[in-house]
C-alpha cells in the first residue's frame, strides 16, 4: 500500500512548505485506508471495506498522490543545481535512495515472515526508489519526450491486454515487477513500474513547468498556521519514519482491541453469501433459489453451532457432512431442484 517519499531532499527553490503538507494529507489519506484495512482483516468489521471496490481506488489515488509528489520533489530538489549547470546533488540523492531501499528490502524481510503467502515483493518503496533512478534522465530530457514518456507507459497495459500481445514471459516471476503480465500477483503492496512509473514523470513534467514559475510568487513563503497544517508538513518532512512507523502501531493496537472484543457478530457473512451464491450458480443453479439458499443456509450453520467453524475453514469430516445436508435442504426448500 502507498508509502511516502521524496527522491531528495530539498534544494533549489528550497523546501516548500506546501509539498510537505500536501504529503502529510497523503499520508493521513494512507494512515485512514490502512485502519480500514486493519479493521476488516481482524475482523473488527462485517466486510473488510478496504477490499471493496471503492476501497481499492481509494488505495490507487492515494498511491498516486505520492507518487506524483515523488516525480516534483526530485524536480525541486534538483531544480536549482540543473538550473546553474552544477549537476545533480549526488550525495543527497544517494544517501536518500539508500534509507528508501533499505525501508523496501525491510518491508519484504518482515512480511515473508508475517504473511508468506501475500509478502511484498514490489510495493510502493520499491516503486519509488527504482523510479527516482529512472526519472533521473528527465529532468534534463525535453518537455514533450517526458510527457509521451509519462503517456506511454500509462498506456501501455491496457494497449497489450487491448491486443493480446503480451508474451507469457511477461509473468515470469522476474519480471512482475514491471507490470506487464497478464495476471495480478497475490500479495499485500504491489505497485509496479506501469503504469506507476508514468506519474513519477507526470510528476517530473509538472514540476518543471511550475518551477520556473515559483519565483517571487506567495506560494514559495507559504507555511502552514494551525496546528493542523503544522502537524502535516512535520509528518510530511519525515514521511518514511511515519509509513515504517504507522502501520506496525495500529495493527498493534488494534489486535489488543480484537482479542479483548472478539470478532464483529456479523464478520464474514456478506463474503460467505456471495461465495455461496456464486457456487451455486456456477453449479446449475438458479439465482433466485441460490440467493434464498445462501440465506437459509447461514441461519442453519449458526443455529448448529457450524458457523465459527465455517467462517474459519476448520469442518471436521462430521461437520462437513452435516452442512452438505444443510445446504440440500435450504435450496429444496428454496424451490431448487
Not at 471493496?52 to 543545481?81: D, K, M, N, T
Not at 519525515?238 to 470478532?263: F, I, K, N
Not at 476448520?314 to 431448487?336: I, K, N
Amino acid at each position: 500500500m502507498p508509502a511516502p517519499a521524496a527522491a531528495a531532499p530539498a534544494r533549489g527553490p528550497g523546501r516548500l512548505a506546501l509539498i510537505d503538507a500536501l504529503r502529510g494529507g497523503a499520508l493521513a489519506a494512507m494512515a485512514l485506508y490502512h485502519l480500514a484495512w486493519d479493521l476488516g482483516f481482524l475482523r473488527l468489521t462485517p466486510e473488510n471495506v478496504a477490499l471493496a471496490p471503492a476501497g481499492r481506488g481509494a488505495a490507487h489515488a492515494i498511491a498516486g498522490s505520492f507518487l506524483l509528489l515523488v516525480g516534483a520533489s526530485l524536480v525541486l530538489a534538483q531544480g536549482g543545481g540543473l538550473a546553474q549547470g552544477r549537476g545533480l546533488a549526488w550525495r543527497p540523492f544517494l544517501a536518500r535512495l539508500a534509507r528508501i531501499a533499505g525501508a523496501a528490502a525491510l518491508i519484504s524481510l518482515a512480511t515473508r515472515f508475517a504473511f508468506p503467502d501475500s509478502w511484498i515483493f514490489f510495493g510502493i518503496l520499491h516503486a519509488i526508489a527504482l523510479s527516482s533512478v529512472l526519472a533521473l534522465p528527465a529532468l534534463r530530457a525535453p518537455l514533450p519526450l517526458v510527457g509521451l514518456g509519462a503517456a506511454a507507459i500509462l498506456a501501455a497495459r491496457p494497449l497489450l491486454a487491448w491486443s493480446g500481445a503480451a508474451p507469457p514471459v511477461l509473468d515470469a516471476p522476474l519480471l512482475l515487477f514491471l507490470g506487464l503480465g497478464r495476471g495480478v500477483p497475490t500479495t499485500n503492496d504491489y505497485v509496479p513500474l506501469v503504469p506507476w512509473f508514468g506519474l513519477v514523470l507526470a510528476g517530473v513534467l509538472a514540476g518543471r513547468l511550475a518551477l520556473p514559475r515559483l519565483a517571487g510568487m506567495r506560494l514559495l513563503a507559504w507555511r502552514p498556521r494551525g496546528p493542523g497544517g503544522r502537524l502535516l508538513a512535520a509528518a510530511g518532512r519525515h514521511s518514511l519514519a511515519v509509513y515504517l512507523v504507522h502501520q506496525p502501531l495500529l495493527l498493534g493496537l488494534l489486535a489488543g482491541l480484537a482479542a479483548l472484543t472478539g470478532p464483529h457478530p456479523r464478520a464474514g457473512q456478506a463474503q460467505f453469501l456471495r461465495e455461496y451464491r456464486a457456487n451455486c450458480t456456477a453449479a446449475g443453479g438458479g439465482a433466485p433459489a441460490c440467493r434464498l439458499a445462501a440465506r437459509c443456509l447461514l441461519a442453519d450453520l449458526r443455529r448448529e453451532g457450524l458457523w465459527q467453524a465455517a467462517e474459519r475453514g476448520a469442518f471436521s469430516p462430521g461437520d462437513r457432512a452435516r452442512a452438505l445436508v444443510l445446504s440440500q435442504a435450504c435450496y429444496r426448500e428454496a424451490g431448487g431442484p
